[in-house]
């Protein structure tokens, strides 16, 4: 089963995103900052993290992500950066942070999901 990490300090955009993935047959891991975020994927290699941008705390998301695509332990992690910032500069700020897709909210979740298997897709 593979494992996806939900990193966002709304926690009912998390339930949205955890009902969603659980049929998918995922095993979900949930955080609530960037952080805790940053602590779960080193321990659990999370095949996929949905992560938000914008978090309270000590870093944000741009952060999480430039920190997990430069630990060499993540490497098979794919980013999807979720987040209500669609600016074009924000966009690329996301990519140049290493984010692997870049989905503004609000998003369907179809779009979502069409997001997920094109990155699974493209890993194998």
Request: glycine fraction near 6%; proline fraction near 2%; charge should be negative.
């Given at each position: 089963?593979?494992?996806?990490?939900?990193?966002?300090?709304?926690a009912d955009i998390r339930k949205l995103l955890r009902m969603t993935m659980e049929f998918v047959a995922y095993e979900i891991f949930e955080a609530a900052d960037g952080q805790a975020g940053l602590n779960l994927a080193e321990e659990?290699?999370?095949?996929?993290?949905?992560?938000?941008?914008?978090?309270?705390?000590?870093?944000?998301?741009?952060?999480?992500?430039?920190?997990?695509?430069?630990?060499?332990?993540?490497?098979?992690?794919?980013?999807?950066?979720?987040?209500?910032?669609?600016?074009?500069?924000?966009?690329?700020?996301?990519?140049?942070?290493?984010?692997?897709?870049?989905?503004?909210?609000?998003?369907?979740?179809?779009?979502?999901?069409?997001?997920?298997?094109?990155?699974?897709?493209?890993?194998?």
């Amino acid at each position: 089963m593979k494992k996806i990490l939900i990193v966002d300090d709304h926690a009912d955009i998390r339930k949205l995103l955890r009902m969603t993935m659980e049929f998918v047959a995922y095993e979900i891991f949930e955080a609530a900052d960037g952080q805790a975020g940053l602590n779960l994927a080193e321990e659990l290699h999370p095949d996929l993290v949905l992560l938000d941008v914008m978090m309270p705390g000590g870093i944000d998301g741009l952060e999480v992500c430039r920190r997990i695509k430069a630990n060499a332990q993540l490497a098979r992690s794919k980013v999807i950066l979720l987040t209500a910032r669609g600016q074009s500069e924000d966009r690329a700020a996301g990519f140049e942070a290493g984010a692997d897709e870049y989905l503004v909210k609000p998003f369907s979740l179809l779009q979502l999901i069409e997001t997920i298997n094109k990155l699974e897709e493209a890993s194998s």
